[in-house]
T-cell receptor, first 115, second 114 residues
Framework: AQSVTQLGSHVSVSEGALVLLRCNYSSSVPPYLFWYVQYPNQGLQLLLKYTTGATLVKGINGFEAEFKKSETSFHLTKPSAHMSDAAEYFCAVSEPPLNTDKLIFGTGTRLQVFP | EPEVTQTPSHQVTQMGQEVILRCVPISNHLYFYWYRQILGQKVEFLVSFYNNEISEKSEIFDDQFSVERPDGSNFTLKIRSTKLEDSAMYFC????????????FGSGTRLTVV
């Protein structure tokens, strides 16, 4: 069965510091992997996704993530945090459409950015 | 940029009452979904809908729940007899070609059952 584990429910960084949000997954087949961001009182916005091909994927707002099959990980990074990055971040996994079309979400990581 | 629109943004209802949550997906999208997020918990899949029928549903989506696309533009989630534990944020999402392309989520309806 698919599952997603996000280590750290809260992460705090200083403005300009590296952001690293961790995500590990479990899937019986090569997965599709996603990061979503949720700003207060808003819906979930797709940051980036990995389906096939290049394992380093770039998303919006300067974020990127690397799919590492050997580590079953899909960690999200950003070289330099900005105050506007403060939000809740969700990692999600899906198996290819022939198996299922639903997303399984992690429990989320709340990112705080201090000046 | 195209949006998924959900109404109302907040609904309060009494236990046992029926509620209908409304969503307008992006016009050229073919796949529709409902998810929910109980306060402080993870986002959970409820149901997916394609070609005017349910394609997949979770254990949460029991006989109290139903979905409908009544007029080709709206996509609704009905809860027939609400329970306290149905209190949650409900998100509608749509996708042009399925999960691999990512979803566009609406901003959610906060349902409070009292």
């Amino acid at each position: 069965a698919q599952s997603v584990t996000q280590l750290g429910s809260h992460v705090s960084v200083s403005e300009g510091a590296l952001v690293l949000l961790r995500c590990n997954y479990s899937s019986s087949v090569p997965p599709y992997l996603f990061w979503y961001v949720q700003y207060p009182n808003q819906g979930l916005q797709l940051l980036l996704k990995y389906t096939t091909g290049a394992t380093l994927v770039k998303g919006i707002n300067g974020f990127e993530a690397e799919f590492k099959k050997s580590e079953t990980s899909f960690h999200l990074t950003k070289p330099s945090a900005h105050m506007s990055d403060a939000a809740e971040y969700f990692c999600a996994v899906s198996e290819p459409p022939l198996n299922t079309d639903k997303l399984i979400f992690g429990t989320g990581t709340r990112l705080q950015v201090f000046p | 940029e195209p949006e998924v629109t959900q109404t109302p943004s907040h609904q309060v209802t009494q236990m046992g009452q029926e509620v209908i949550l409304r969503c307008v997906p992006i016009s050229n999208h073919l796949y529709f979904y409902w998810y929910r997020q109980i306060l402080g918990q993870k986002v959970e899949f409820l149901v997916s809908f394609y070609n005017n029928e349910i394609s997949e549903k979770s254990e949460i989506f029991d006989d109290q729940f139903s979905v409908e696309r009544p007029d080709g533009s709206n996509f609704t989630l009905k809860i027939r007899s609400t329970k306290l534990e149905d209190s949650a944020m409900y998100f509608c999402a749509s996708s042009e070609l399925g999960a691999q392309y990512g979803y566009t989520f609406g901003s959610g309806t906060r349902l409070t059952v009292v």
